[in-house]
Nanobody, 115 residues
Framework: QVQLVESGGGLVQPGGSLRLSCAGS????????MGWYRQAPGKQRELVAT???????NSADSVKGRFSISRDNAENTMTLQIDSLKPDDTAVYYC?????????WGQGTQVTVSS
């Protein structure tokens, strides 16, 4: 069973930066797509960014230019560098790894952007 653990969330002022990390245990092969999703209070969970084992990325329009996703396949590690944070970025951020019928989620890390 694959386990994913997020870290790096916290409280930050608008315009600040955070780096979120996802550490995986168990084998996550490079055919898995990994990504970050977020869920704000009262809203559906939404895509933030994804990255393939080969390093191909995509991201939501709302975060382009501010969020950068990266991945280390050998270490089962994924990061999300977040700059120029806005109050609308406030959410629980979840790490995800999926391929075909396999779909794993972390427990989430809270990001709060407030003055």
């Amino acid at each position: 069973q694959v386990q994913l653990v997020e870290s790096g969330g916290g409280l930050v002022q608008p315009g600040g930066s955070l780096r979120l990390s996802c550490a995986g245990s168990g084998q996550i092969f490079n055919n898995y797509v990994m990504g970050w999703y977020r869920q704000a209070p009262g809203k559906q969970r939404e895509l933030v960014a994804t990255i393939t084992g080969g390093g191909i990325t995509n991201s939501a329009d709302s975060v382009k230019g501010r969020f950068s996703i990266s991945r280390d396949n050998a270490e089962n590690t994924m990061t999300l560098q977040i700059d120029s944070l806005k109050p609308d970025d406030t959410a629980v951020y979840y790490c995800n790894a999926r391929w075909s019928i396999f779909n794993y989620w972390g427990q989430g890390t809270q990001v709060t952007v407030s003055s």
